[in-house]
């Protein structure tokens, strides 16, 4: 069975036309940066000193600048120039690795599938930790493949009554949202057609710099001029959730500054903030635990999968179920910050899902 894996790096080329790739050299800094050692660096990093150094001074002369300070005393530390580097090859992997993920799938998806190997699970979902962390458990089992696409919420479920994928992730909010969210995606579900399967309930809130310099405490404080925000993309349910709760507390969008700046997935926003290019974003826990960023949360939610009813008994579903009702996985999403694996892999009638019942119920699927 082929696998795919797209990659990304940044690569640094000075007036002389010498390049230089950030690939190899950030985890070294990153290294010099927790131990205060270049030789402790080197030596976790299998280099040897001299050579570590070599690394160093390259990029050092392609840049321009030193990306090493040292202090008689306090060993060796990353100058200024040092932790823009580290913060730029972060902020290019996690900003495009969902992107990229998906491209590796659906390139070894359709590699496989003309060498005839195995059962493709077809996942179209909103984006989330609790559905990555199924795709790597499906991905690692020697049956099949996973093509997973992530897309809006909406898009998922339309691909799902469509036929083209085998579970629609999406998500929605418990409390005074619920129903309008739900309305969404009523015209895609067939309660007769269609089941849920429960994935986790989560919290998504506030991504804040560590320490909050700005003080942020709230929803309200992202209409101040000095708060600079970065968003998620029209179309998405994150989206309109928060557009949702601001309408609520009569904030109006147009006065965030930042607001119309978006990116693709929980991680992106994460890493945006991280890398100070915004003093806030909104999304999943786990993204903000990731960059060791503040949270404030804001709203719990459910997410689920959509699936046909008809084919909960077979393949690649079974498999898929098989899962998601796991142990190893539950224990998975449970690491998680803010997800709660407990209902896992329970059956949900539509409209019961939809609804927001307190605690998933068995769906009738005869």
Known sequence: M????????????????REASLTDIVPLLALVDETGS?????????????????????????LGGELISK?????????????AVVQAQRACTERLDGPLKQMANEVSAELNRQ??????TRIHASHGYAVAALVAQLGAQASGTVDIKYRESAEAVAALARGECDFAGFHLPRGAFRELCADIYRRWLDPRRHVLVYLTARKQGLFLPKGNPKGVRGLEDLARPDVRFVNRQPGSGTRLLLDLA?????????????????????TAIAAFVASGM??????????????GLDFVPIVDEDYYFACDRARL??????????VLRSE??????????????????????????LRGAAVPGAADIA
């Open 2 to 17: 082929i696998e795919i894996k797209c990659v990304t790096q940044l690569v640094v080329r000075d007036s002389a036309g």
């Open 38 to 62: 270049i030789a402790q660096a080197a030596g976790e990093r299998q280099l040897s000193y001299r050579h570590a150094w070599g690394l160093l001074r390259a990029l050092e002369a392609r």
């Open 71 to 83: 202090e008689r005393g306090k060993g060796s530390a990353l100058s200024a120039l040092g932790r």
């Open 115 to 120: 060498l005839g190997a195995g059962g493709t």
């Open 246 to 266: 601001l309408n609520s507390i009569g904030i109006d969008p147009e006065h965030i500054n930042g607001y119309a700046s978006t990116e693709l997935t929980h």
């Open 278 to 291: 915004a003093d806030a974003g909104f999304g999943v826990a786990p993204a903000a635990h990731h960059f």
């Open 313 to 322: 008994s077979a393949l690649p579903l079974v498999s898929a179920l098989a």
């Open 328 to 353: 190893d996985f539950r224990t998975s999403v449970a690491t998680l910050e803010g997800y709660d694996p407990t209902h896992c892999g329970e059956l949900v009638d539509v409209p019961a899902g």
